[in-house]
Every structure is written in C-alpha cells, then in structure tokens.
C-alpha cells in the first residue's frame, strides 16, 4: 500500500521560509513522487508545483518566484520563500504512476502538513 508521507509544516511569519519534505513508501513500479497542492479551509484543491517524470517543472500562478520544487533519491521537497497570509492551507504531496512513459495514476496523496502564515 502506497503512504505518502509530509513534514515540515508550521507556523512562520510573513516573508519568512519553510521547506516540505515528501517520502513515499510501499510504492509500485514506476512511481514517482509528482507534486504539491493545497487547500485551504472552505477552498478548493490547488496546483501549487509539478515535477513530471522528466523533470519539467510547473507552478501555481501566486507562487511562482517564490516556491521552488526539487526531487531527487530521498523524496520530494518544496521551498517556500516569501511567504504571505494567503499562503496558509494544508500542504498535499502528490505521487504518480507510469508505465512505459504513460501515466496510469496519478491519484495518491500523503494526508497532508499545515503551513500557516501569520504575524
């Protein structure tokens, strides 16, 4: 069974920085560890940064220049710099699954970090 898990989550002020952390575990053949989104209370999920299987990057609109997303042998992880109010939410890591470059599944979530941005 796939478990996705994030920390690295808390409480900082505006303009301050945190860095996620994303490990997976029990995970099929051809997985890898994709991305992260958000939701805050009474929102819906968001795009906040992509990594495909190639290393193409993509980023939400409000944290672009900002965030920067990376993956290398020991998971996932999200840097996020100037961070404002609006930024807080639950943060969501993102795995997927291909087979022979196609995707298969891109439907596995970790249960999520809390980032709250506030003075």
């Known amino acids: 069974q796939v478990q996705l898990t994030e920390t690295g989550g808390g409480l900082v002020q505006p303009g301050g920085s945190l860095r996620l952390s994303c490990v997976g575990s029990?995970?099929?053949?051809?997985?890898?560890?994709r991305g992260w989104y958000r939701q805050a209370p009474g929102g819906q999920r968001e795009l906040v940064a992509v990594?495909?299987?190639?290393?193409a990057t993509n980023y939400g609109d409000s944290v672009k220049g900002r965030f920067t997303i990376s993956r290398n042998s020991a998971g996932l992880c999200l840097q996020m710099n100037g961070l404002k109010p609006e930024d807080t939410a639950v943060y969501l890591c993102?795995?997927?699954?291909?087979?022979?470059?196609?995707?298969?599944?891109?439907?596995?979530w970790g249960q999520g970090t809390q980032v709250t941005v506030s003075s």
């Open positions: 029990g995970t099929p053949s051809g997985f890898f560890l």
């Open positions: 993102n795995g997927a699954r291909e087979s022979i470059g196609r995707p298969v599944n891109n439907n596995y």
């Open positions: 990594m495909n299987s190639q290393g």
